[in-house]
């Protein structure tokens, strides 16, 4: 398959003005240099921690933020070099949902003039088709022609986040970015919008970057997983490869933390201490020396880099960690005591 979507040392810095002149003074470190690529027709998700860069890396790949330095390339287009005009085409063919669409809706439009709006500012569908489409649409989303002259205060949660999937599929888009798109959503919801979009996956060819703080929840739509910490990729390969061998601790932690409905499953349970440090100064060589409880010496001062180990152990996928096989095999042990039997 061709990739859709590559890359390349993406980094975004939000400077700290202050001092006398507001000087840059220092920079939140929010994405600091991550590379991956998305295949056509693929799910590939970016799960973590709030605060990890994984939002921030969905609004950089569409410019909503200007990223600091790196490459994203859409279908081979190097698209931070678009100007305004180029880019606001580039725009129908990579569209984004939200966590809260009642906030990314305006309460006093139709749903007609939301979808008619987006269609106008991207004009990809004949003027006089615009009202048909949008009628097209509605059902699409499972929702009814007759509520199309409705107020997005008529609509319950999960319709609402049905009537930002229809504003996104307005100017028939390729990649989609959703953005904690179920995640404010009542599980049965939750599943019903999940499935809606893998329907429209697989009539519409659409390819999905999914951000979510939840691993459980993008297990099963995901083809591949990404698990970033303070603003770089500690882990990337197959959601199956992810889930039954899992490499990097932050990962086994995540996972561990997904509730177990039968009791008799007893995996190994990773308490992470402390909260996630700043990313600010954030802490030197592995980012998550500070939490991990196996970190050395080593892991305080070299950086750990993305690759893939013995295939063993990590199949289908990258991780960052110096122990990692060692830790597989058993000859690295946890340093201090975060580990326990639930
Ligand atoms: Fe833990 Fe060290 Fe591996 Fe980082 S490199 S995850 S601190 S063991
Ligand atoms: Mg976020």
Redesign the pocket.
């Given at each position: 398959k061709n990739t859709l979507l590559e890359v390349k040392g993406l980094k975004q810095y939000f400077p700290i003005k202050g001092g006398f002149l507001g000087r840059t003074v220092n920079n939140v470190k929010a994405v600091d240099d991550i590379s991956f690529d998305i295949k056509e027709g693929e799910t590939v998700s970016v799960v973590g921690e709030s605060g990890c860069g994984k939002s921030t890396t969905g609004r950089a790949i569409l410019r909503l933020d200007e990223p600091t330095e790196g490459t994203v390339n859409f279908e081979g287009k190097d698209i931070l070099s678009l100007n305004k005009k180029e880019m606001r085409d580039m725009r129908s063919e990579m569209q984004i949902i939200f966590q809260d669409p009642f906030a990314s809706l305006n309460p006093r439009k139709t749903v007609k003039m939301t979808l008619i709006e987006a269609m106008d500012i991207q004009n990809v569908v004949p003027k006089k088709e615009r009202t048909e489409r949008a009628l097209e649409i509605m059902e699409t989303v499972g929702l009814q022609k007759h509520q199309i002259d409705r107020f997005p205060h008529e609509f319950s949660g999960g319709q609402r986040q049905r009537i930002g999937i229809a504003r996104a599929l307005a100017v028939n888009p390729k990649l989609i970015i959703a953005d904690e798109a179920v995640s404010a959503l009542d599980v049965s919801i939750q599943a019903q919008v999940l499935n809606l979009l893998q329907r429209l996956q697989r009539e519409m060819g659409l390819t999905y970057l999914f951000i979510a703080h939840d691993l459980g929840v993008v297990r099963h739509i995901s083809d591949r997983i990404i698990v970033m910490y303070l603003g770089k990729i500690v882990e990337m390969g197959d959601t199956k490869s992810i889930f039954e061998n899992p490499q990097?601790?932050?990962t086994k932690a995540l996972l561990s933390a997904i509730p177990v409905p039968d009791p008799k499953n007893k995996s190994e349970r990773i308490f992470l201490r402390g909260d996630v440090p700043s990313p600010i100064d954030p802490p030197t060589g592995?980012r998550?020396?500070t939490r991990?409880p196996?970190?050395?010496e080593k892991?305080k001062t070299e950086i750990?880099v993305l690759e893939h180990k013995d295939e063993t152990y990590a199949g289908q996928h990258d991780v960052a960690?110096?122990?990692?096989i060692d830790i597989q095999e058993g000859r690295h042990k946890a340093t201090h005591d975060m580990k326990n039997v639930r």
């Open positions: 990097h601790p932050y592995c998550f020396h991990c196996f970190a050395t892991c750990p960690c110096h122990y990692a």
